[in-house]
């Protein structure tokens, strides 16, 4: 049996700058490893970040990825994914994606079979099936005792508000209340334990950059609900000219922020990759104080950085770096603000 060995590394700062690269959210090693050999083995950036987050849906990562994880309302498991071309700013994106494992590779095919970007639902396993990817059930018996437990729990935490019966004692179906309230202390449903989206980014020896994501998204959360991950901007985004972001947290709060695009800008205009991810975090507490949420950022030369934001229970944030120096994945942490 072959033991894993997780290296935190306090000597390297985190701008440290060589290529090719490979970085990604949370400590997920087996995907940064296989980003890598994919780069190794004369694979593009985009055949690495495919390769990686694909990693993690076969390996159920945290439960949050992949089948067999974070059930909706209705006990399903469905899948969202993007990529995007920082040479091309081509994007494939795929959610609410059903009885379909490989949302990742899905997604690419968004991209080089369509002239879309994004689609979803249903008719997303429809193209799915087209393009010949297997058609099978995500539910596992993990899955199915979640819901279990949550109906047995009277479907508590769930989603809703400004709704009857009380959404936080009763099970629905609901119907909205004639008035509106807002609780004096949010219920703050978003876990995250149970939610570790991997973000990766892929930057090659002369600077090309692709980026790309993949979730089974928010336990309990209503059918039908998309988060940032597969939001270009949002979950990730990446630019040759600049650099790439990948964002992982609270997908309902910071998709409106749109984190990695305002990241990868301001790297474009000089900010290193550090303070890049500082700045886009900065930007959504102004608003959200205490939400859940962590960005990684990469320039064209090889600096990375992340950032995430403090909040009782998460006060560091774990990522996976690969690069020449090392040529071995390397959990790095960075303490959040």
């Known amino acids: ?145 979640i819901f279990s437990q949550w109906l047995q729990q009277n479907c508590q935490p769930n989603y809703r508000k400004n709704v009857f019966p009380d959404p936080s004692k009763s099970c629905g179906p609901y119907k909205p209340k ?9 219920k703050g449903n978003f876990d995250p334990s149970s939610h570790d989206t991997i973000g990766m980014i892929a930057i090659g020896k002369n600077g090309q950059v692709a980026a790309a994501t993949s979730t089974n998204g928010a336990t309990h959360k209503i059918p039908g609900r998309v988060g940032d991950s597969p939001v270009a901007g949002a979950g990730a985004y990446a630019d040759s000219t600049a650099g790439g972001a990948a964002a992982t947290g609270d997908g309902d709060i910071m998709m409106r922020f749109l984190p990695s695009f305002l990241a990868v800008d301001l790297m474009r205009n000089g900010a290193q990759p550090t303070v890049a991810c500082k700045m886009a975090i900065s930007r959504i507490k102004k608003y959200y104080p205490n939400f859940f949420g962590a960005i990684i950022c990469a320039n064209t030369t090889g600096g990375y950085g992340a950032a995430c934001n403090k909040r009782p229970g998460f006060s560091q944030f774990p990522f996976m770096v690969v690069n020449p120096q090392t040529n071995q994945s390397q959990l790095q942490k960075v303490d959040c603000f």
């Open 178 to 186: 004639a008035k509106l309230w807002k609780p004096k202390n949010p």
């Open 1 to 145: 049996m072959i033991q894993r060995v997780f290296v935190i590394i306090c000597l390297f700062p985190l701008n440290q700058a060589a290529l090719p690269l490979v970085i990604n959210t949370w400590n997920f090693e087996n995907a940064a490893n296989a980003a890598w050999s994919a780069l190794q083995k004369g694979g593009s950036v985009l055949d690495a970040v495919e390769r990686g987050c694909s990693q993690c849906e076969l390996e159920q990562c945290d439960g949050s990825v992949g089948f067999g994880g974070s059930p909706d309302e209705r006990g399903e498991t469905t899948l969202d994914a993007m990529l995007m071309n920082g040479d091309t700013m081509e994007v494939g994106a795929v959610a609410d994606l059903r009885r379909v494992k490989n949302a990742v590779g899905v997604a690419r095919a968004v991209m080089e079979h369509t002239e879309h970007t994004f689609i979803v639902g249903e008719s997303a396993t429809i193209f799915a099936e087209n393009m010949g990817f297997m058609s099978e059930d995500l539910s596992t018996n993990k899955s199915i005792a």
